[in-house]
Nanobody
């Protein structure tokens, strides 16, 4: 069973930056894709960014394009989400997900999920 552990969340002022990290306990996901999602209470989980092995272009939600950047480390065991120009509407619990077979922002496509890390922008 793959475990995903997120870190890097916190509180930041509008216009600031945060970098989230997600490390997988096993390497099985390396054949597939990872993603970042976010959710606020009372709303559906929203796809933010997705990245796949092999250097394929990452995929972003329109709401974060040009502000957020997803990447993988060389070992392809850790994914990062660099978030710049943060706004209050970016406040949410951010979740890492793994093992989708395509680059997608659809939550149902991912098999494994982390516990989430809170991001608060004021």
């Amino acid at each position: 069973h793959v475990q995903l552990v997120e870190s890097g969340g916190g509180s930041v002022q509008a216009g600031g930056s945060l970098k989230l990290s997600c490390t997988a306990s096993e390497r099985t996901y390396r054949r597939y894709c990872m993603g970042w999602f976010r959710q606020v209470p009372g709303k559906e989980r929203e796809g933010v960014a997705s990245i796949c092995k092999g250097g394929l272009a990452p995929y972003y939600a329109d709401s974060v394009k040009s502000r957020f950047s997803i990447s993988l480390d060389n070992a392809e065991t850790t994914t990062y989400l660099q978030m710049n120009s943060l706004a209050p509407e970016d406040s949410a619990m951010y979740y890492c997900a793994a093992d989708a077979v395509v680059c997608t922002l659809r939550a149902s496509s991912y098999k494994y999920w982390g516990q989430g890390t809170q991001v608060t922008v004021s």
